[in-house]
């Protein structure tokens, strides 16, 4: 028995010598690594882009007073196209306005039936809307005092709907001195909606 003590013990160390010597292999980790979360998409902080052409209708109310007499009003409307520029926050940009009207002027000794508008404008975008000022040229014509040049001034709000369509509100006051040589001073205050398509 005391032999086979010390014979045991060596079999058993032979066996497992090749067990421990074999294993070469590295560890094995187990770490689970989570697979990277795909980045955010970007933000828009500047609400929809403006930039384009638009063209588009309006109607409202004008109206019409003279130093000569009281003032005259009527229904205008008719016909709005241009172009903005979206520089992030800010929106510049250029148009013009044709108008119909039917309103008396210098207690109805005229007709203002028509009024043409070259104009620039530059507004700060809030959210889907933009608030804005306006401001240009501006040329009337009446049935028989014929017609003159003049300026405007004013300003606006218009939101968009969509990407291609906006609606707004827009309040301008004209003033045109000395219409067509007659010693008659005209002033003409606008109030429109208008309807835009953006291209």
Known sequence: MKRATPILAAALAVGAAPAFAGNTSA????????????APAPTNNFGPNWTGVY????????????????????VIGGLTAGYDYDLGNFVVGGG???????IGVANNAAT?????????????KLGDG???????????DTDNLGSDDGYFIGGGYEHMITQNFSMGGEL???????????????????L???GTYRF
């Open 55 to 74: 063209g588009g209708v309006q109607l409202g109310y004008g109206d019409v007073d003279t130093n000569v007499s009281g003032n005259d009003d009527g």
């Open 96 to 102: 013009l306005d044709y108008d119909f009207a039917d």
């Open 172 to 190: 301008l006051y004209h003033e045109f001195d000395d219409y067509n040589n007659t010693a008659v001073d005209v002033e003409a205050t606008t």
């Open 130 to 140: 933009l608030l804005y000022a306006t401001g240009g040229y501006a040329q009337a």
């Open 27 to 38: 560890p094995v980790d187990d770490t689970i690594v989570a697979a990277p979360q795909p």
């Open 192 to 194: 429109q909606v208008r």
């Open 112 to 124: 203002l039936e028509n009024v043409f508008r070259a104009k620039v404008r530059g507004g700060y």
